[in-house]
T-cell receptor, first 115, second 111 residues
Framework: DTGVSQDPRHKITKRGQNVTFRCDPISEHNRLYWYRQTLGQGPEFLTYFQNEAQLEKSRLLSDRFSAERPKGSFSTLEIQRTEQGDSAMYLC?????????????FGAGTRLSVL | QQQVKQSPQSLIVQKGGISIINCAYENTAFDYFPWYQQFPGKGPALLIAIRPDVSEKKEGRFTISFNKSAKQFSLHIMDSQPGDSATYFCAATLNSDKLIFGTGTRLQVFP
């Protein structure tokens, strides 16, 4: 159990560019969540997967955002045509439904700065 | 109906004192209430959690008090230590689904 891993830790990009983040969940965790956290606020839910199926997407997730979890393992979150308002910490969490299913373990996050 | 309100926004406590953070929720269907602790540059980490059929849960120096009728719950940190200085988030969830977080409380414990 090596914990939830996120890459990169920091990303600086220019407005209008596309960015992609990766999350590797704890092995054997079948649920994977994406949250966004802005300064001074609590994390806000974006989307989550159970295995490879994307079960829910927040209204916060505009059509510029897309997430995938191929083969039910790692996940990617892509933001197209980034805007300054996308600057935030993007957090990934994983859990194991069915056993201690309520505990979501978070990664350290990817901090995105859009210039 | 999905909101979780948290107060205070910041808290300064002397070493050895009691830190108290309060949260209120609206959705009576929520069935799990965790507290997360977050240090700068790190992701949130689960501290302690409670289900609504229990009025209190204690783990070491950390206690959750839960008032179902008032739709409120609070975190008490006894004998607060400088190492407890962090941001604390209450949260709520339904059916182990997405977490709905409060806005956070920045705790500073001074020696």
């Amino acid at each position: 159990d090596t914990g939830v891993s996120q890459d990169p830790r920091h990303k600086i990009t220019k407005r209008g560019q596309n960015v992609t983040f990766r999350c590797d969940p704890i092995s054997e965790h079948n649920r994977l969540y994406w949250y966004r956290q802005t300064l001074g606020q609590g994390p806000e839910f974006l989307t989550y997967f159970q295995n490879e199926a994307q079960l829910e997407k927040s209204r916060l997730l505009s059509d510029r955002f897309s997430a995938e979890r191929p083969k039910g393992s790692f996940s990617t979150l892509e933001i197209q045509r980034t805007e300054q308002g996308d600057s935030a910490m993007y957090l990934c969490a994983s859990s194991r439904a069915g056993e201690r299913r309520d505990i979501q373990y978070f990664g350290a996050g990817t901090r995105l700065s859009v210039l | 109906q999905q909101q979780v309100k948290q107060s205070p926004q910041s808290l300064i406590v002397q070493k050895g004192g009691i830190s108290i953070i309060n949260c209120a929720y609206e959705n009576t269907a929520f069935d799990y209430f965790p507290w997360y602790q977050q240090f700068p540059g790190k992701g949130p980490a689960l501290l302690i959690a409670i289900r609504p059929d229990v009025s209190e849960k204690k783990e070491g120096r950390f206690t959750i008090s839960f008032n179902k009728s008032a739709k409120q719950f609070s975190l008490h940190i006894m004998d607060s230590q400088p190492g407890d200085s962090a941001t604390y988030f209450c949260a709520a969830t339904l059916n182990s689904d997405k977490l709905i977080f409060g806005t956070g409380t920045r705790l500073q414990v001074f020696p």
